[in-house]
């Protein structure tokens, strides 16, 4: 018996090679460690371009002098009406934090008794620029707000965790889909975005952030409420 193979059929088994054999975005070999925090938690590193970054979400629950406790803040009204540093887990559920890290509020970020271990700081939004830039924005870009770029979200984001859409991560970056916490304290978008304070300020109520989102390819730079609760990521400090 003779089968006739439609040039649709074709068509799709050419996409579906294309798809499997095609291009991918190559894996970059990048230089990676680890660093330590007054907690003890371990993290993984890497070093884009001129930058150490860490690879993971922080997790410390301690200042870095070692002896002042972060509050842990679970009841929605005491988180919408802090003005001083707090953090919690996702959901207030302790089993998120080996896989997410901890949430805090910019409060945290913004204590002079400082949330990153000694050599290390919560990165600005000037070395986000930096980040974005080596990957592949233009200055320009870099310097805009809401969405920019093209496809630096995708090079960042992890190969899991995302609800659809999940990233190349070439860097080793990972950055995860982890949702955050309303500045009222409600949870939300947990594999649908990747929210980060930086470390700088744009007023006395706002400061800058950094994410992505689960159908984006490209990273918004924006500014919110210090209240709300997001993720931290550190960097080096410069020699």
Request: aromatic share 14%; net charge negative.
């Amino acid at each position: 018996m003779k089968f006739k193979i439609s040039c649709f059929v074709i068509f799709l088994f050419i996409l579906a090679a294309c798809d499997l054999f095609g291009p991918k975005d190559p894996v970059i070999n990048v230089e990676k460690g680890t660093m330590v925090d007054i907690d003890s938690n371990v993290y993984q590193t890497v070093k884009i371009g001129d930058q150490w970054w860490m690879a993971e979400n922080l997790k410390v629950t301690h200042y870095r002098d070692g002896t002042t406790l972060i509050p842990m803040v679970t009841v929605d009204s005491v988180w919408s009406n802090l003005v001083t540093g707090a953090y919690c887990y996702y959901e207030n559920n302790e089993e998120y934090i080996d896989s997410l890290g901890c949430i805090y509020n910019w409060y945290a970020v913004g204590d002079t008794r400082q949330l990153a271990p000694e050599g290390w700081h919560v990165a600005s939004d000037e070395e986000w620029k930096e980040l974005e830039m080596y990957v592949g924005m233009s200055q320009n870009e870099a310097d805009g707000e809401l969405v920019r770029g093209s496809d630096e979200g995708n090079k960042l984001k992890s190969l899991t965790s995302w609800a659809s859409n999940n990233g190349t991560d070439i860097y080793g970056f990972s950055l995860l889909g982890i949702g955050y916490r309303r500045s009222y304290g409600v949870f939300m978008s947990i594999g649908w975005s990747s929210p980060h304070w930086t470390s700088t300020e744009k007023d006395s109520a706002n400061a800058w952030l950094r994410s992505t989102t689960n159908s984006e390819t490209r990273m918004f730079r924006m500014y919110d409420d210090k209240r709300i609760g997001f993720y931290i990521r550190c960097v080096k400090d410069s020699l």
